[in-house]
């Protein structure tokens, strides 16, 4: 089974900085997607970045970006220029690309981010 | 697009009630997934379907039922339900290309149950 691991319950950055959160997992899949997403007091997931395990360039979206380590199992997101808005639970998640994962999510337990002024 | 909705977003239940939750998606997903949230915890997999008429079971599905008999509707069913099941609940959906692969899922906004 596969296995997410968030180490950082909480962290805490001043706005404008940088900021980066950890995220392991365990499988003996070969091609796989790994996710992650925010979660802000509303509730609401939403979606900040994706990543195929085939492609070995990391993803960006505009202020965040990953640095995706095969080898190591390691998937970490970094989010540059932090905002007040950034506030949020992040949850990596991961899902296998065969036929029978079905798209199923396994998730980490979360960060907690807090963004200060 | 109103998406992946939920319905109803809060509930309180006494232990012993059945409900049911309803999930709606109008982007012509075959996939959809049910959801738990507790605190400390990441999301856990309740029930997924893979189509119109075909449920499956997830990490945590005792307690649970679920039915897609329509392809934008995803019902969760509680029979019975016990104080263990007070969590919030997401839905979630994504498309499955012909090609295989895996597509983003988009959530819900989440479905607040208390059982006292």
């Known amino acids: 089974a596969q296995t997410v691991t968030q180490s950082q319950p909480e962290m805490s950055v001043q706005e404008a900085e940088t900021v980066t959160l950890s995220c392991t997992y365990d499988t003996s899949e070969s091609n796989y997607y790994l996710f992650w997403y925010k979660q802000p007091p509303s509730r609401q997931m939403i979606l900040v970045i994706r990543q195929e395990a085939y492609k070995q360039q990391n993803a960006t979206e505009n202020r965040f970006s990953v640095n995706f380590q095969k080898a190591a199992k390691s998937f970490s997101l970094k989010i540059s220029d932090s905002q007040l808005g950034d506030t949020a639970m992040y949850f990596c998640a991961f899902t296998n690309a065969g036929g029978t994962s079905y798209g199923k999510l396994t998730f980490g337990q979360g960060t907690i981010l807090t963004v200060h002024p | 697009n109103a998406g992946v909705t939920q319905t109803p977003k809060f509930r309180v239940l006494k232990t012993g009630q059945s409900m049911t939750l309803l999930c709606a998606q109008d982007m012509n997903h075959e996939y959809m997934y049910w959801y738990r949230q507790d605190p400390g915890m990441g999301l856990r997999l309740i029930h997924y379907s893979v189509g119109e008429g075909t449920t499956a079971k997830g990490e945590v599905p005792d307690g649970y039922n679920v039915s897609r008999l329509k392809k934008q509707n995803f019902l969760l069913g509680l029979e019975s339900a016990a104080p263990s099941q007070t969590s919030v609940y997401f839905c979630?959906?994504?498309?499955?290309?012909?090609?295989?692969?895996?597509?983003?899922?988009?959530f819900g906004p989440g479905t607040r149950l208390t059982v006292l």
């Open positions: 979630a959906s994504s498309y499955w290309g012909l090609a295989g692969g895996t597509d983003t899922q988009y």
